[in-house]
């Protein structure tokens, strides 16, 4: 058995894809990993690029193909065909480091079920780097999740889970984008044991302007996005009362992404139509789910917003707009 599995969702990457697989084909720990490249409909080269490698590094790479359906649907694809005892993902425009054979080595001596390491974010523009190191658990130790998950801020980039618990508890992902936190949270029920790796491994690229998380893309696939917040606030509601310290847990990145839908929503420029479907989202989260409301009502923007009536909209709206670098055309 492979010690790791790495899931690669690729879409028309062929400019990005080599840094990707060189930084693991080249690592001493190649032969412990399986690279399973999910090309999701690419109408580039990715495709022949990563058949290269996987004809070339067979025990390694693997090309799965599938039609265009979303980084969500890659993740899916990744946990059905991995066969390595821990799982992780890897955006084929990122990469690992240098410590990834040090992680590698570790997993290959521990047996828990959710795994963190840290990350650096690379600017694609500047080349600045920014290490990004997990907070709230000391290194080194195994702890039990329930016991430390309040004090965690976890992302994908530094987080591993144990294959046979995705693959056993069916965890599926929706198909969309900003199913980075249902990958993290659909787990987190049967996560027992939690062990932090102080190792340096994957290399985040951002300033890309294609990202998910722009706010063009943002506005695109709002409902993508609000479709996976009520996934989390459903999965809070299942959990608040048999698991109360891992339901907080849900609560706070639900709280996250509600912050970040009500500024998708503000991005736009402001209108009666806009500023209705504002106020229906808070409604809509306040019915769904009041916890979760509560503490997302307690942020500046939220409170000025309830207090007034919706009077400021206008107002907050072109504040909001010109702070993310989104200007109207007539001012």
Aim: aromatic share 10%; glycine share 6%.
């Amino acid at each position: 058995m492979k010690t790791l599995s790495i899931s690669v969702a690729a879409y028309n990457m062929e400019k990005l894809i080599r840094q990707n697989l060189d930084s693991f084909v080249h690592s001493p720990v190649c032969a412990d990993v399986e690279v399973l490249v999910i090309n999701d409909g690419s109408k580039d080269s990715t495709a022949q690029i990563v058949q290269e490698y996987a004809e070339k590094y067979p025990d390694t790479v693997k090309l799965i193909n599938q039609p265009n359906a979303g980084p969500g649907s890659t993740v899916n694809r990744g946990m059905e065909h991995a066969t390595g005892k821990y799982f992780r993902m890897v955006d084929a425009d990122d990469w690992v480091g240098d410590g990834f054979a040090g992680y590698v080595n570790i997993l290959k001596n521990i047996d828990v079920d959710m795994v963190l390491t840290n990350y650096t974010m690379v600017d694609d523009k500047t080349g600045e780097q920014r290490l990004c190191k997990v907070n709230g658990i000391a290194p080194g130790r195994v702890f039990d999740f329930a016991d430390v998950c309040e004090n965690l801020f976890l992302e994908m980039h530094s987080t591993t889970f144990r294959t046979e618990l995705l693959q056993q508890n069916q965890i599926h992902l929706f198909n969309g984008f900003y199913t980075d936190l249902q990958y993290l949270l659909f787990p987190a029920p049967y996560v027992q044991t939690i062990y932090y790796a102080d190792c340096n491994v994957y290399m985040y690229r951002v300033s890309l302007s294609g990202q998910s998380m722009s706010a063009p893309s943002m506005q695109r696939n709002i409902a993508m996005h609000e479709a996976v917040l009520f996934s989390l606030t459903d999965l809070y509601e299942k959990l608040k009362t048999q698991n109360p310290r891992v339901a907080g847990y849900v609560c706070r990145k639900a709280v996250m992404m509600a912050g970040t839908q009500m500024g998708t929503l503000l991005s736009f420029a402001p209108s009666k139509a806009r500023k209705a479907d504002l106020f229906a989202f808070f409604e809509k989260l306040q019915q769904a789910c009041p916890d979760v409301y509560a503490r997302f009502k307690t942020f500046k923007t939220a409170r000025v917003l309830r207090l007034c009536g919706g009077v400021l909209y206008t107002l907050i709206s072109r504040m909001h707009r010109k702070k993310i670098g989104l200007v109207a055309s007539n001012g």
